[in-house]
Nanobody, 122 residues
């Protein structure tokens, strides 16, 4: 069983940056594709970005502003969020997929973290 724990969320002003971390334990981290999703109140869970090996993928809404990376030695995946906007406010969750290919659908993932709140407001 894989456990995922996110950290790094918080309150930030528009235009500023935040970096989320997702630490994994209990599995072979290097063999999993990792995804980031977010869910705002009253909205569906939305794919933000993902990484498999060295390939990365992003939704159009965050492309050019967000970057995901991974450190297999630390069993950790990161989401660097720059130029944050109020519409980025959501609970952000990381997810692990037992395949080395990113899926943009939540159902494509096998393990989920509990999520961390990101609020962008002045």
């Amino acid at each position: 069983q894989v456990q995922l724990v996110e950290s790094g969320g918080g309150l930030v002003q528009p235009g500023n940056s935040l970096r989320l971390s997702c630490a994994a334990s209990g599995g072979t981290f290097s063999s999993y594709a990792m995804g980031w999703f977010r869910q705002a109140p009253g909205k569906e869970r939305e794919f933000v970005g993902g990484i498999s090996g060295l390939s990365t993928y992003y939704s159009d809404s965050v492309k050019g502003r967000f970057t995901t990376s991974r450190d297999n030695a630390k069993n950790t995946v990161y989401l660097q969020m720059n130029s944050l906007k109020p519409e980025d406010t959501a609970v952000y969750s990381c997810a692990a997929r037992r395949r080395m290919s990113v899926s943009t659908a939540p159902i494509g993932y096998d393990y989920w973290g509990q999520g961390t709140q990101v609020t962008v407001s002045s």
